[in-house]
């Protein structure tokens, strides 16, 4: 299962552009990225997923460099209500563990 | 509303007790995990079930009881537990355990059930 590495903590305020970085240097050819975001007290909610290049969909872009060895989720103006747990998540589809979260990174946005 | 529902909600107690925390899915999912989140820790993945069949366990004591008796209920039944065992548990559901690059991984949690052990 390849490891994630991401920043504790962001900070960023309101309508900036955020971008969080998630690196995955031992990443398998047959792994994909996920990344979720969780509320205090909430599970976690399914934002975005790929394999390679570029995903972009209603709430988020993620970019994947060709060596697949890190990613970076883009939140496009963030509004305080993006306060919250992201998390990246690496490991290959049809895999139970493909859902095994690590530490995450606290996103606050300031007014 | 995700579709999968945990109760209660919260449940207090004590050592002795034996208590049970269900939960149901209507996403007509196949596979379905419980995962316990403590306080400043990340989630751990406790249990997962894939056509009701057990195909994960993840050293978990033995104090945590899962069943699944059909695809839709989940149940998590506890005895004994210890004051550290206190965290919010957390049921999730997928399509299956994915086996193409589609939202076929993509997971649906309940809003979970805060434990506390007296």
């Known amino acids: 299962l390849a490891k994630t590495t991401q920043p504790i903590s962001m900070d960023s305020y309101e309508g900036q552009e955020v971008n969080i970085t998630c690196s995955h240097n031992?990443?398998?050819?047959?792994?994909?990225i996920t990344w979720y975001q969780q509320f205090p007290s909430q599970g976690p909610r399914f934002i975005i997923q790929g394999y390679k290049t570029k995903v972009t969909n209603e709430v988020a872009s993620l970019f994947i460099p060709a060596d697949r060895k890190s990613s970076t989720l883009s939140l496009p103006r963030v509004s305080l209500s993006d306060t919250a747990v992201y998390y990246c998540l690496v490991a290959p589809s049809g895999s139970a563990r493909q859902l095994t979260f690590g530490s995450g990174t606290q996103l606050t946005v300031l007014p | 509303e995700t579709g999968v529902t945990q109760t209660p909600r919260h449940l207090v107690m004590g050592m002795t007790n034996k208590k049970s925390l269900k939960c149901e899915q209507h996403l007509g999912h196949n596979a379905m995990y419980w995962y316990k989140q403590s306080a400043k820790k990340p989630l751990e993945l406790m249990f997962v079930y894939s056509l009701e069949e057990r195909v994960e366990n993840n050293s978990v004591p033995s104090r945590f009881s899962p069943e699944c008796p059909n695809s839709s209920h989940l149940f998590l039944h506890l005895h004994t537990l210890q004051p550290e065992d206190s965290a919010l548990y957390l049921c999730a559901s997928s399509q299956d355990l994915g086996r193409a690059l589609n939202r076929d991984t993509e997971a649906f949690f309940g809003q979970g059930t805060r434990l506390t052990v007296v």
């Open positions: 031992n990443i398998a050819t047959n792994d994909y």
